[in-house]
């Protein structure tokens, strides 16, 4: 039988019991430091009797170092030969009627996207006639299927794979079949009867629609910053005293699209992204070394940010063109070259033959952002023109970041979190249609930036990781040229 005073004990013995394994546990097998000990067993006290004890945290394992894989860009510009691309990608135009049809994209994962588009202005070489797009779309012009069925300039669907772009397209003749037979009866003599019709639905909406053209005030407003982008233009001179290599024009127009996942009845998915040109220096950017050798001339420049239902910011771009114009310079090894075309060479004793003067070289960085990490949103809104930081101005070396500039948030956060590569194109004709096409793909989120069917890369590279003397090197995407 058991004694009286052991009554009531059982809870205390319990919690005695609890604490001795706690100790146990928080000290055996693992070395800890003496003010380590009491947090320890703390918290093992707090894990066997299953309450929150109040404990010091226990301290967050750490991140480990990035790698150059974790810097390598999901895909590269497109590298055209004729109507096929690289492995990378392969673009093609469909004609449906007259003049309308879909600029077909299929992708290295499968994945494909049709945009609508008029016939009449894809060039028959492949081009995609974004000098024409672009109008089109400040027009707010639809492309005409027939049957009464039209949709915006521009409006992209998205596939999981090619079998359901061919489901798609399948739905899409099937469809216009229908309302064709539905005005269209047959007659024999006198009489006429209905013709048959399959019955099938509208082609679904667009995953990706035009949104329409804005000012800068305008998104300014919508990203609730304080508009110190609207003063007068920066001459480049100014520019050249700060360092500046581009920056946001006061006076900017931004191409908007949409993309609702293809549910527009849930707002809560949906993305928008504005794309603008950026003025950029012609006297800091007229003999830039280029990351694929030899040293280039900007032709053009385009940022684009995607803001999401919330408004946060989650991506953000930097695009910019340049023509060669120099095979002399250093290479992606940082060997000095010298010559030109195929006959150049490297200090180093490289061959670098993949550059010549004329070819186009497309220089894209991007960073995506935590919609909840407010310290980043918020470096990214004062550099759009915002109350701190550097307002809508790009230093030099943060076109291509692979230096760290820590006096400038905007710029440390490229180098420390962006992605960046570089691609040399041959055999372009037209260099500011070149430049164009870049910006209409980067507005619709699409790898269209070849102009001629003689277009090809020839060679890439990407920024790895902060290596130990605080350079990014550039390193060879072998994936984009093949």
């Not at 299927?145 to 998205?158: A, E, I, N, Q, V």
């Not at 216009?176 to 006198?190: K, R």
């Not at 399959?198 to 909406?205: D, E, I, L």
Request: with cysteine; aromatic share 6%; charged share 15%.
């Amino acid at each position: 039988m058991r004694h009286r005073t052991d009554r009531g004990a059982t809870g205390l013995q319990t919690v005695a019991i609890a604490v001795l394994a706690a100790l146990l546990v928080g000290t055996t097998g693992v070395i800890l430091t003496t003010p380590e000990i009491p947090a320890a067993v703390c918290r093992a006290v707090g894990d066997v009797v299953g309450r929150d004890l109040g404990c010091t945290p226990a301290t967050p394992t750490p991140e480990p170092p990035a790698t150059d894989q974790d810097f390598e860009p999901d895909k590269c510009k497109v590298n055209q030969t004729g109507d096929k691309y690289s492995g990378v990608v392969q673009v093609a135009f469909v004609r449906i009627g007259e003049n309308a049809g879909f600029t077909v994209t299929e992708y290295s994962d499968g994945s494909v996207t049709m945009m609508a588009t008029n016939g009449a202005e894809v060039g028959a070489a492949g081009g995609f006639g974004a000098d024409v797009a672009l109008g089109e779309l400040d027009a707010a012009a639809k492309v005409d299927f027939g049957g009464g069925l039209k949709f915006d300039y521009g409006s992209t669907w998205t596939f999981a794979d090619k079998a359901q772009a061919d489901q798609f397209r399948d739905q899409l003749d099937d469809y216009l079949a229908d309302q064709w037979a539905l005005s269209h009866p047959a007659c024999y003599g006198m009489v006429c009867v209905p013709r048959p019709i399959h019955g099938t639905p509208a082609p679904p909406v667009p995953s990706t629609t035009f949104a329409g053209i804005e000012t800068q005030a305008s998104v300014s407003g919508k990203l609730g910053l304080s508009g110190t982008t609207q003063g007068p233009d920066m001459t480049q001179a100014q520019m050249t005293q700060l360092g500046i290599g581009a920056k946001l024009k006061p006076s900017a127009k931004w191409t908007m699209t949409r993309d609702n996942a293809q549910t527009p009845e849930d707002p809560s998915d949906d993305t928008v992204t504005h794309v603008t040109d950026l003025q950029f220096n012609s006297e800091t950017t007229g003999a830039l070394q280029l990351a694929t050798g030899g040293v280039g001339s900007m032709v053009g420049m385009a940022f684009s940010f995607t803001t999401n239902a919330r408004g946060e910011i989650t991506s953000l771009k930097i695009v910019s063109t340049s023509e060669v114009v120099s095979t002399a310079g250093i290479d992606a090894q940082g060997s000095v070259t010298s010559g030109q075309g195929d006959h150049s060479t490297s200090v180093g004793g490289q061959v670098s033959g993949t550059t010549d003067i004329g070819d186009m070289v497309v220089t894209e960085t991007s960073l995506t952002l935590d919609p909840t990490d407010t310290a980043s949103q918020q470096v990214v809104r004062d550099w759009m023109g915002g109350s701190g930081g550097y307002p809508g101005l790009i230093a030099l070396n943060s076109i291509n970041p692979a230096t760290p500039n820590p006096g400038d948030p905007f710029a440390t956060l490229l180098y420390t979190q962006a992605t960046s590569s570089t691609v040399n194109y041959d055999h372009v004709t037209d260099k500011q249609r070149f430049a164009l096409n870049v910006k209409f793909g980067l507005a619709f989120g699409i790898d269209i930036s070849s102009e001629s069917s003689q277009t090809s890369a020839t060679r890439a590279t990407y920024l790895g990781a902060p290596a130990a003397d605080g350079i990014r090197p550039d390193l060879d995407f072998l994936d984009c040229v093949r």
